[in-house]
């Protein structure tokens, strides 16, 4: 696959503190990146750079082989960016949002008109194109807010958490529009908290933290990274700690009645029986519950557990 997006060691301090240091990474047509990290660790710094919202300090950036700081107009005309904040009149219906922007754009006539309805059939808002936005719900905004997007055939896709406080059902919709944008060719770089979308979406990951790239690698890899099996286990009461040594991410939950530890078991399942047995000679097993590790336990393993405010 081609580079859609270059992003070489860029770079970004605000009041002489770096919060982006040398991030790389490429964004490939037909291909969804995720770009993902705790808060504060530059996300939304290196995506405002790389979409010509904000000069870098260091590095540069190109879509589609043009250099973004040289002529960050002209990227715009690459990238259709879906901010966090969806950014459509209220007062006014689809039909005439779309109108509006696709003035912006350059957009006239039966051209206008034809991007408006194939957008509209994308994001299944045809039938409410006449509605003003205010009568819908979040998710028929966040799917407006995506035909605005794709309005001008943008090649590339800088989406901001897409899916931000929708229901099941409007998130599901919209990962299928994302799906189907990618079979399209379009390339993708998606910045999202929701580790189920990034299961579900990505090809390949990078992981910032404190600024820098900790992870790019395609998606199976960082999967791999996370291997073995998540457990959670009940119990009675706390074992003695040298019992534990080997596990790894552990974490504790404690009430009245028991304590429940979760644990990954790097080797899989088949040392459980003899951790079980060696427990069970100093407190009560209540119960056990197994799976193979998320996206989640991957991402908290890379970037621990700790809040970041």
């Known amino acids: 696959m081609a580079a859609a997006a270059e992003v070489i060691e860029l770079s970004k301090k605000f009041r002489g503190t770096t919060v982006v240091d040398q991030v790389s990474f490429t964004v490939e047509t037909g291909s969804v990146l995720a770009l993902l990290g705790p808060n504060g660790a530059g996300k939304s710094t290196t995506v405002s750079m790389v979409c010509g919202l904000l000069r870098s300090d260091g ?68 039938d409410h194109r006449k509605r003003r936005v205010s009568t819908y719900s979040g998710g028929m905004k ?25 229901d099941v059902q409007a998130r599901n919709a919209i990962w299928e529009r994302i799906l189907t944008l990618r079979e ?39 999967r791999a990274r996370a291997g073995g099996v998540a457990v959670r286990l009940s119990m009675g009461q706390v074992p003695p700690s040298n019992l534990l040594e080997g596990l790894q991410d552990m974490r504790w939950e404690t009430s009245d009645q028991h304590v429940v530890l979760s644990f990954r078991l790097p080797q899989g399942a088949a040392d459980l029986p003899r951790l079980l047995s060696t427990i069970e000679g100093h407190t009560s097993i209540l119960g056990i519950e197994m799976h193979e590790p998320t996206m989640s336990d991957v991402f908290l393993a890379i970037t621990g557990r700790e809040l970041r405010d």
């Not at 957009?107 to 194939?118: A, C, P, T």
């Not at 998606?190 to 690698?217: F, S």
């Open 59 to 126: 590095g540069h950036a190109r879509v589609l082989g043009d250099d973004v700081a040289s002529d960050p107009k002209k990227i715009h005309s690459h990238v259709g960016v879906m901010f966090q904040d969806t950014i459509v009149y209220e007062d006014l219906t689809a039909d005439e949002n779309l109108r509006l922007f696709g003035g912006l754009h350059g957009l006239r006539g039966k051209r206008l008109r034809d991007r408006i309805s194939s957008v509209l059939e994308l994001v299944q808002l045809t």
């Open 142 to 166: 966040r799917r407006l807010a995506m035909a605005v997007v794709l309005l001008h055939e943008p090649p590339m896709l800088v989406l901001d958490e897409p899916t931000l406080g929708i």
């Open 184 to 222: 399209d060719g379009h390339a993708i770089l998606l910045c999202t908290n929701y580790m189920e979308e990034v299961d579900r979406l990505a090809d390949h990951v990078v992981i910032l933290d404190h600024g820098r790239v900790v992870v790019n690698e395609p998606m199976e890899k960082v």
